[in-house]
Nanobody, 127 residues
């Protein structure tokens, strides 16, 4: 069983930055593709970014391209989401997720592909 804990959320002004972290335990982290998703009140959960277990492949939702960067440190069993130029509409609970994949370059955009989820961390962007 893989256990994940997100951190780094908080209150930030529009245009500011935050770095989210997701620390994983209980599994072979360097064989899991990782993803970040978000859910705002009254809205469906949506894909934000994903990274392969080798770290060499990433994918982003169009609305975060050029602003957010996903990365991972397999030695620390941690995946990160650097968020820059935050907008009011980025306000949401951000969750990380993990899925075992066969290939080091596999990424997953679909939330239903993921097997393990963290509890989430709140990001609030104010004007």
């Amino acid at each position: 069983q893989v256990h994940m804990v997100e951190s780094g959320g908080g209150l930030v002004q529009a245009g500011g930055s935050l770095r989210l972290s997701c620390a994983a335990s209980g599994g072979t982290f360097n064989r899991f593709a990782m993803g970040w998703f978000r859910q705002a009140p009254g809205k469906e959960r949506e894909f934000v970014a994903t990274i392969s277990w080798g770290g060499g492949a990433t994918a982003y939702a169009d609305f975060v391209k050029g602003r957010f960067t996903i990365s991972r440190d397999n030695a620390k069993n941690t995946v990160y989401l650097q968020m820059n130029t935050l907008k009011l509409e980025d306000t949401a609970v951000y969750l990380c997720a993990a899925v075992r994949t066969a290939y080091s370059v596999s990424v997953r955009r679909n939330q239903y592909d993921y097997d393990y989820w963290g509890q989430g961390t709140q990001v609030t962007v104010s004007s």
